[in-house]
């Protein structure tokens, strides 16, 4: 009996008229948690009841808290009839339950019901005492903390990541229970979001068991999925990375992944004294890999002999301790692990190797859902690595063992594993899996990147000798790095051209590289990024069961092909080499596969420049034919040549004569992406502007090939003043302002006419995201300049004729005044790659590096300044800290200070620029479902979406600020199903969100970083509230 | 092939005043776009009518959903549905509450009744404001007048708290409640040279002045209904008009004064009792509800349009005025100085505002 929760109804106000004839509202509240149910008195006659309740106290098993929410019901007494309904509240506990999150819930709620919406508000006091529990074989995680952000929380470091979690739990839909007919539509509703805010609750406790197996004490990366399948069951699963975090004293580490910031004297004389635990303090979240005591790049070759190495019986010592916990965490690591090591050429890789892969290998799935790492984490990226495959749906016949879905998932998982080792890697990074449902066809799809990891993170202790570590890393400098190949140059996975890094010149780079990461802040980049969409549909013919499977399965192969293609094409058609946040969706329709790819293309430094496209057609004769060529070729250069500009890609012009570095080895001409362009060499004499570089070949040969062309072209840039990206932040921007405004959008598009072709759906669908993003920056055009980041688009097939596309993203302010300038203590340039020398003290660029930036910023400033419309920027307003326009939304926080509703900022991103997260307050995953029987009074759809959005948002903001808290980050709506029948005036729709609630304060100048800071009010007014 | 659904959320609501504008201003989506075009949103941001459109649809949602909460704008402040920035809050309230002066200038006065609003259709077509717009002018004025009905203390500062508005809204507020409560007349023609302001301002006057609130601020309806005592005490002034000595003696005093003074003196000498008979006629009515409702047309007709004919100049009406109210003060016989104070301050001012073409 470890835990006791207390609550306490203070007030309610706002609430609707429930008695036609008095105008008012006999309000009582029942408070409920497992099967206790307290009442408080009648409050009568009042629209603003004040029922100062007593504390009502429930004794209850600390499992019960992980799983069970506090369920508070707001009625109105009726004394002739039974009471009405007003509406519920669900207050998730588990924050509560953690002693670094938030210790008491406090503050107004608004009061939800599935048919009506938000009916006013009320004023709850929750508070958890918890005893300490040591019984070994206990079934609750209390304590674990879970993140919903995707890299190191930025208040924390990692002391150690242990690696891949996952767990799934499936039930029966109560909406599709035989009762579900003769009970009300609200009683299913309420049913079913009782039901998974129980399941993600057990969901979290398991995976929170594995992590105290692991040795670890919290989840990042926390990803909660919903599938619901209908007849068959609700599954809910989750996968996160277990990492044991280390609480950073606050203050004392920027936010910033400022390298220069003086390392800590721990870090030198931890060196050789690896400690068991791994958790002393040593290096912060920005652990600089690169300005401790300098890489000794010229012991290179004698590391084996160097004095302070690893004695080989340490890492072994600690690799059984290692796969102690994972054996005892997956008991069926029966699979085989095969040793691929042999494949690998180099002493020093394969020393690397050996290390990593011993303590990776012993894990069944060394996957992490992190998708950007400590500086010195990842050490080379191989490529993006997916695997998909459909299922039948059948019902679920014991809901306590899941077999069926975890076998599934688990083919998956190992598939994914198998293609990382082809690609020479033994970790796959940025990993999401993804569902896709229609009918009872499920396409499982998971997706990551291979790559190489820095093996300290992984052993316990290790995390201390990060400097000894560099022996046996090899010489990479941090900005080009993780560009090198992982695998075998003699024996690549797949065709290739490898050049020498443009960098460094030691190591072998590919020509583009693809990963589903955020870039690693430390890549050196020329220029901007820019969103890139790859869009496809392909229709395909109604059909049941095994047939239809079969028929998707058929198709997936090609529109992975085609969704990479048109990747390739729209990448070199920027001059771009590049793709980070690369996220492919393929959703099924009863007769339609939706296939969107969308990623940031950015030009690495490291990577060789893209060729251009060229443009071939299959009769070189005909004239005209020629001729049209000529024209669409001249079109495709004069949009590279504009992108080039757009994007500020003008990199460095080669000086091959660079001291000592290898010439790059004249490569060949590119692979041909289009199947049917095998010709290449009679092209040869339309080469028309690019020079030595290789071009891509397009051939057109068919209305296919001009069709792909024109799409090619139509895609607008964004206008002036704004950017966009899928990522985190945007590359080549680094002066953030703080105007910040998430923002969620949804279109369902109907297709009328019934006999289209794949084409004709192509621009369709090409056309509903084009125009979205032109919404998107037509309405945020007031915030100029500004880029919409984290742009994240999810498509479905809800209905035969309807395409839904969904898409969460913040447009963040930037000061453009700067934005060429990367802040001056980063090594940008390939300046850094001139000698050795330099490498060492990489401080001592700084002059360089931000000259040469400063050079090319007043090269292209004037272009943006004579364009843009904003008269906001002017230079009154750089001056001062909170420029009144684009700081908008922080003076309001102070100003709300006083007043009952405290501000809260949301955000898909890890953080808010301007502020530093000070405390995490726990995780927010919320489930509501919304239904209406008065659609048209609603206003449609439309109306009825917006509302539900809205309302969503301002639960989650009432939630955020009852734990204390300022802000969400990491915030994404992970499911958005809308069901409608107009016909009906029905409509029904599911929304899942979820988040990290945190508090943050506002850094009033970023250079100087915890000296001054300011406290934001709203911290205090959240319990303000409750007077 | 069509958009079914389209909708753009923002966590801080995102708010165009233009398109609120047009919005309050009772345009339907359709025509919103259109004024938006011709504006050049488009050209000035690359934008198509379609992007256009969807983004006038989604204000116009918003400001639906806002609606009710502008209904009592204290709420809009503390509510969760909503995270709008205070300073936008206020810009919202504000407009929403704003009115056209030719539609108020049609209604002032009228019984904010249902009847009334029947009528909304004609005001509309009239004043080229359109139905919807006028609508909402119309339950504006509804509610604050139910509201601050039920409110002790002064009317001005009721209306700035409970409805949040700037002073000088409230002010104007004040007026259109004070005149819908006594149902002053405003609609005859020889009233329509008058302008909302004008009689605002005169609103404001007998608020300070005539009303209960004036002596006694913590009665309900104080500054609403004028006060009893002092209109029964207005009949008191009638032997300036009815005791022939006191009539000559007046004159005199006042002729005395002007004398030289102005162009329009004959006017003036020659007038002089027929314009005090009016003043005081209009005094000693003001018992009667009907008489009340004419107060502004009496004004009027018995002395603004008689020294009009005789060409006086605004500070001719100034000058006559002045000295016909102090000269009062020296009558010994006049016992009555201190109602004749109320009752000429409101009236002086009242005229110098209404003198004009």
New interface residues.
Partial sequence: MPGKLKAKIVAG??LPVMDRASDLTDAFVEVKFGNTTFKTDVCPKSLNPQWNSEWFKFEVDDEDLQDEPLQITVLDHDTYSANDAIGKVYIDIDPLLCSEAASVISG?F?IYDTIHG?RG?INVLVKVELFNDLNRFRQSSCGVKFFCTTSIPRCYRAAMVHGFVEELVVNEDPEYQWIDRIRTPRASNEARQRLISLMSGELQRKIGLKVLEMGGNAVVGYLQCFDLEGESGLVVRAIGTACTLDKLSSGSAPNTNTHVHPNTAPASNACNSPSKDGKEPVFGEDLPSFSGPPTPFRALPTSSSSPPPFSPSKPCSRQSSSSDTDLSLTPKTGMGSGGSAGKEAGPLKTLLRQQTQTALEQREFPFFTLTSFPPGFLVHVGGVVSARSVKLLDRIHNPDEPETRDAWWEEIRQEIKSHAKALGCHAVVGYSESTSICEEVCILSASGTAAILNPRYMREGCLDIGSTDHRFEEPSPPSCGFCHIPYDELNMPFPAQLTYCYHCRRQKVPDVLFTTIDMPPEAAVTGKGCLIQARLCRLKKKAQGEVNATAISNLLPFMEYELHTQLMNKLKLRSMNALFGLHIQISVGENMLLGLASATGVYLTALPAPGGIQIAGKTPGDLSNEHHILTIQKRINDTITKNKELYQINPPELTEEVVGSPIPEPRQRSRLFRSHSESSDELSELDLSHGKKDAFVLEIDDTDAVEDIHSLLTDAPP?TGFYSCNTEIMPGIYNWTTGV?????????????ANLTNQGLNK?FTDLCE?LL????????SMIPCCLCHLNFTVAVPEEE?I?VAVTAVAMTFDKDQTQEKPADKPVTKGCSETEEQLQFPLELCADSSSITTQTSSKISGVPESTN?SPRVSSLERSSPLPEGRS??L??NR??GG???P????TPLSFLPGTRIIKYLGIINMFFIRETTSLREE?????F???F???V??MV??HVAALGGNAVVSYSMKECV?MENPNKNQAQCLINVSGDAVICVIETDQESMPSTINVVQTCSSGADGAT | ??????????????MDEEVYQLWLDGYTVNDAVKVRMEGGVLE?????A???L??T??QY??F??CERLLHSPA?L???????I???RQAILIERYYAFDDAFVREVLGKKLSKGTKKDLDDISAKTSVTLKSCRRQFDNFKRVFKVVEELKGPLVENIRQHFLLSDKLARDYAAIVFFANNRFETGKRKLQYLTFQDFAFCAGQLINSWTIGAVDNMVEDMDVDLDKEFLQELKELKILITDKDLLDQHKSLVCTALRGKTKAFNEMEANFKNLSRGLVNIAAKLTNTKDVRDFFIDLVEKFIEPCRSDRWTASDMRLYLTHYTNSAHILDTFKHQVVWDRYMGVIKSCIFKMYHD
């Fill in positions: 106000r706002h107004w608004p938000i508000e206008p405004q998430m923002f969620t959008s949804v279109r369902v598009f109907r297709l009328s006419n369709i125009n032109k919404s998107f920056y037509f309405k945020l055009r309807l839904q419309v908008r939304s003076r309001s100003s709300f007043s009952s509703v501000v809260v900022k949301m206003g449609g759809v439309s109306g979406l917006h509302s959005i809205a309302e948002f301002a903001r009432a809308l | 092939m069509a958009v079914e659904l389209d909708v753009f959320v923002g966590n801080t609501t995102i000035e941001f690359e934008a198509s379609d992007v256009l969807s983004d649809m989604d949602r918003t639906q959903m709420k402040a503390n509510q969760l549905l909503f995270q920035p205070p300073h």
